[in-house]
């Protein structure tokens, strides 16, 4: 058995419509054609389970429980309940939960009752994570939601009556959004009681449909100040809330924060069921992504003075796209496997970094390189890092030393709001 924490994401490919600006792998029932069964995907899915659990068994790498499971998509509660239980049934089977499992399901606000979010409670559910988005209705037709946003408030009401945990995900920066509109999407999200708010920078990506309408003129993406205002608007709102950040685009009330997506930040095993859907292993007996450095640290070999590392430190793959092709392949008893690729140490330190700085404890400087380390004077004099956290005052030791500085606790690179704004800029500097 394996002790490490693993979690286990359900992609589930299907939306009512598709909205212009998501680049995400899902599809429509006009796009899916034949041979892709909406009706037998919960069974599809479970073959995928069932060959995980023989693959990882083969490789000693069983886990002694799944920690985390998230159901994803696309929108996952477009399939019954009783599809997603079944689903989560099996993972069960498969490797047993452990007893304080976090169960996760994204839903639209239109594709639950209260009936289906009490059948996903009774099954094993413990959150609900609903695409609000926004909830003002002009920037709602322009990312062509088709909710009501008068409907979020009896939504989470029902599934804080089923027992579920209840996060809202919103996304800021639509074309026509203005500073207003947008205080009246945090201040509606807020009005509901939620314990966790995700707030996203709209990402027009190549090949949507809103990035043809970009490219066309017909619609003005906002430019940086205007992004920059309404983050730090978002995070005075629910600050004073209550809702503090523990990453850069996530706030939470204590003990609320998303478990699953913690796992991915910190470079925790996963496998990812479904059409698309990417996989990480580590290496057996390669340390964890996020305590690489600490055991360098602990060893008294700060992360620059080690040897370059081409060992495997874990291995990443990931699916055939199309649910098609998908289920055809389980159907036939082969791998819905397309690709994969060998991490090595030195490219999971990378990782590590460009993760781990998104997070509110932020990195040990014995993480980084020295070039790394020299860098943090002058992120620090730019308002990028924090200060006292760079010296090692105010912040908490966790596992092992690494870079102790005057205050007596391991210094740390954690961002301040300007840096999160900036975060890629940072991680540039970090390991440049």
């Not at 073959?47 to 886990?63: H, I, T």
């Not at 009501?148 to 939504?155: A, H």
């Not at 509606?188 to 314990?195: C, I, K, S």
């Not at 809330?241 to 685009?249: C, F, K, N, T």
Request: glycine residues 10%; charged residues 20%; contains cysteine.
């Amino acid at each position: 058995m394996d002790a490490r924490p693993f979690g286990v994401y359900v992609h589930v490919p299907f939306c009512t419509v598709r909205c212009g600006y998501c680049d995400f792998n899902t599809y429509t029932a006009s796009e899916l054609g034949g041979g892709a069964n909406q009706a037998a995907y919960a069974t599809t899915a479970l073959r995928e389970v069932s060959l995980a659990r023989q693959v990882l068994a083969d490789a000693g790498r069983s886990p002694a429980a799944v920690s985390t499971v998230f159901f994803g998509g696309g929108t996952p509660t477009m399939l019954p309940a009783e599809d997603l239980a079944r689903v989560l049934t099996g993972i069960r089977d498969a490797w047993g939960l452990a007893d304080d499992v976090e169960v996760t399901t994204e839903a639209n606000p239109d594709s639950v009752t209260p009936e289906s979010l009490r059948v996903l409670a009774d099954a094993g559910f413990t959150r609900v994570s609903f695409g609000m988005q926004s909830a003002v209705p002009h920037v709602l037709a322009t990312l062509e939601r088709t909710h009501d946003p008068l409907r979020i408030p009896d939504v989470v009401r029902w599934a804080k009556d089923a027992g579920l945990d209840v996060s809202l995900d919103l996304i800021y920066g639509t074309p026509g959004e203005s500073l207003d509109d947008w205080r009246t999407s945090v201040e509606a999200a807020l009005a509901t009681g939620v314990d966790h708010v995700s707030a996203y920078a709209l990402v027009v990506e190549p090949g949507t449909k809103m990035a043809a309408q970009v490219r066309r003129g017909e619609v003005t993406l906002p430019d940086e100040d205007d992004q920059a205002a309404k983050y730090e608007l978002a995070d005075d709102l629910l600050t004073q809330a209550g809702l503090s950040w523990y990453e850069v685009s996530n706030w939470s009330r204590a003990g609320h924060e998303c478990r699953h997506n913690i796992g991915y930040w910190r470079g925790d095993d996963w496998w990812g069921v479904g059409p698309g859907a990417h996989s990480y292993v580590s290496a057996p007996g390669a340390p964890a992504l996020a305590s690489d450095a600490d055991d360098a640290a602990a060893a008294g070999t700060p992360a620059d003075e080690t040897p370059a590392d081409e060992t495997p430190a874990g291995v990443r793959w990931w699916n055939v796209k199309h649910p098609r092709a998908y289920a055809t392949r389980l159907e036939a008893g082969h791998s819905p496997g397309a690709g994969r690729e060998l991490l090595t140490r030195d490219e999971a330190h990378l990782e590590r970094v460009m993760l781990g700085v998104r997070l509110r404890q932020g990195l040990d400087l014995g993480v980084l390189t020295a070039q790394g380390r020299t860098a943090v004077a002058g992120l620090v004099a730019r308002g990028l890092l924090d200060g006292r956290a760079a010296l090692g005052v105010g912040t908490s030791a966790s596992g092992a030393p690494g870079t102790t500085a005057v205050g007596g606790a391991p210094a740390r690179a954690v961002l301040t709001r300007k840096g999160r704004l900036l975060a890629d800029a940072v991680v540039r500097d970090l390991t440049a």
